[in-house]
């Protein structure tokens, strides 16, 4: 299973762009790159799924270079409610149930 | 449009008990997903179930029993109770394709307690 890496925490402010990179050197052929987000006291919520290149939804964007090695996260315009726990998931067809949630980045807005 | 839901949503236990956790999922998912998450950290998967009638373990499966007799049902048990199981459970379910890890729906949580 591929090791991601986050940081842990970023502090943002209202109105910016908030970019959160995700490290996956292990990342296999037939491993999709998926983010999640967690608000207090609720589960996990889908965002964003991509496997190569670029994938935009009315959410945010993910960016994921040619060796797949890496991917980043991208929140436009970030608001007080963007506040919460952003998770980078990489699995796959094989073993792909046995997903593995790291720490997540905690994401703070400020006003 | 219910989604993922688990009850109860909140249970405090003694150590030594036993208690069921319930998953109903309404979206016709073949795969189903118990974690728990402990404070400042991230989910850890239990067990899951790929479709009715069968599971398998996950990352930390010990102490806890499943079983998925109906396909919208993912029941979690605790057989005796213990401390370190003092957690926030989720539940999740999610489709099966032909290709990569398909999004995972999760229910709120169960809060347990144990004393």
């Known amino acids: ?111 | 449009n219910a989604g993922v839901t688990q009850t109860p949503k909140f249970r405090v236990l003694k150590t030594g008990q036993s208690m069921t956790l319930l998953c109903a999922q309404d979206m016709n998912h073949e795969y189903m997903y118990w974690y728990r998450q402990d404070p400042g950290m991230g989910l850890r998967l239990i067990h899951y179930s790929v479709g009715e009638g069968t599971t398998a373990k996950g990352e930390v499966p010990d102490g806890y029993n499943v079983s998925r007799l109906k396909k919208q049902n993912f029941l979690l048990g605790l057989e005796s109770a213990a401390p370190s199981q003092t957690s926030v459970y989720f539940c999740a379910s999610s489709r099966m394709t032909g290709r990569g890890n398909q999004p995972q729906h999760f229910g709120d949580g169960t809060r347990l307690s144990i004393l």
């Open chain 1, 1 to 111: 299973l591929a090791k991601t890496t986050q940081p842990i925490s970023m502090d943002s402010y209202e109105g910016q762009e908030v970019n959160i990179t995700c490290s996956h050197n292990n990342i296999a052929t037939n491993d999709y790159i998926t983010w999640y987000q967690q608000f207090p006291s609720q589960g996990p919520r889908f965002i964003i799924q991509g496997y190569k290149t670029k994938v935009t939804n009315e959410v945010a964007s993910l960016f994921i270079p040619a060796d797949r090695k890496s991917s980043t996260l991208s929140l436009p315009r970030v608001s007080l409610s963007d506040t919460a726990v952003y998770y980078c998931l990489v699995a796959g067809d094989t073993g792909g149930f046995k997903t593995i949630f790291g720490a997540g980045t905690r994401l703070f807005v400020k006003a």
